[in-house]
């Protein structure tokens, strides 16, 4: 499968403990976008990075929330002491260059907190 | 801010009969759009998509056209077909920068 992994696709936390969702890109893509899909909701941007760097983190929530997507290895976002508000669903998506519009995205991860 | 709107939440039609979804964006800096198609429990599949510099694109049954000055777009699927039950997101870009803004969705059901 040369798509898009996420992993887990699903994730139960209770409020207070931390949340680690995992992406590996899809094979020779570099750059890696997180989004989130609250219920009823279009998907929202959270952050954009490339191998080692964050270029774009201005969906992020200032708190709580981080990702890295380091030399070695899947990009991870991490949440900390989650909320119930965090539950939803977090999609990864790639693209091989910057600029490119067209991002697939993986099958996602979906965040229940209890 | 709902940069992109899609209004019309759900749209059923027969199997053979012509689809159309549309979609409202109020960002005059956006000049690429995107249809996605999403199945439950999987990611956003790219479908089709159009630069601002036209007003149509065609890709076998998807048909998306673009008209700048209402800020308006909309996707054709003809003859729709049972496997195009699906939600439906509408999406744009800068090209200023990566992000895609995303419309809610339209859930379409066709009926065989």
């Known amino acids: 499968n040369a798509g898009v992994m996420q992993n887990p696709r699903h994730l139960v936390r209770r409020r207070g403990q931390e949340a680690r969702l995992r992406c590996s890109p899809m094979?020779?893509?570099?750059?890696v976008y997180w989004y989130r899909q609250l219920p009823e909701e279009g998907l929202k941007f959270m952050v954009y990075?490339?191998?080692?760097?964050?270029?774009?983190e201005s969906g992020m929530p200032k708190e709580r929330f981080s990702a890295e997507f380091p030399k070695e290895g899947p990009s991870i976002l991490r949440i900390q002491q989650v909320v119930r508000g965090d539950s939803a669903a977090y999609f990864c998506?790639?693209?091989?260059?910057?600029?490119?519009?067209?991002?697939?995205f993986g099958p996602g991860t979906r965040l229940t907190v209890t | 801010d709902q940069q992109v709107k899609q209004n019309s939440p759900s749209l059923s039609v027969q199997e053979g009969r012509i689809s159309i979804l549309n979609c409202d964006y109020t960002?005059?800096?956006?000049?690429?759009f995107l249809w996605y198609k999403k199945y439950p429990a999987e990611g956003p599949t790219f479908l089709i998509s159009?630069?601002?510099?036209?007003d149509k694109n065609e890709d076998g049954r998807f048909t998306v056209f673009l008209n700048k000055s209402a800020k308006h777009l909309s996707l054709h699927i003809v003859p729709s077909q049972p496997g195009d039950s699906a939600v439906y997101f509408c999406?744009?870009?800068?090209?200023?920068?990566?992000?895609?803004?995303f419309g809610k969705g339209n859930q379409v059901v066709v009926i065989p």
């Open positions: 159009i630069s601002s510099i036209k």
């Open positions: 094979k020779g893509h570099s750059h």
């Open positions: 960002n005059s800096m956006f000049d690429y």
């Open positions: 990075l490339q191998k080692e760097n964050i270029i774009d």
């Open positions: 999406a744009a870009s800068t090209s200023a920068d990566n992000r895609l803004a």
């Open positions: 998506a790639s693209s091989p260059r910057t600029a490119s519009y067209e991002q697939y």
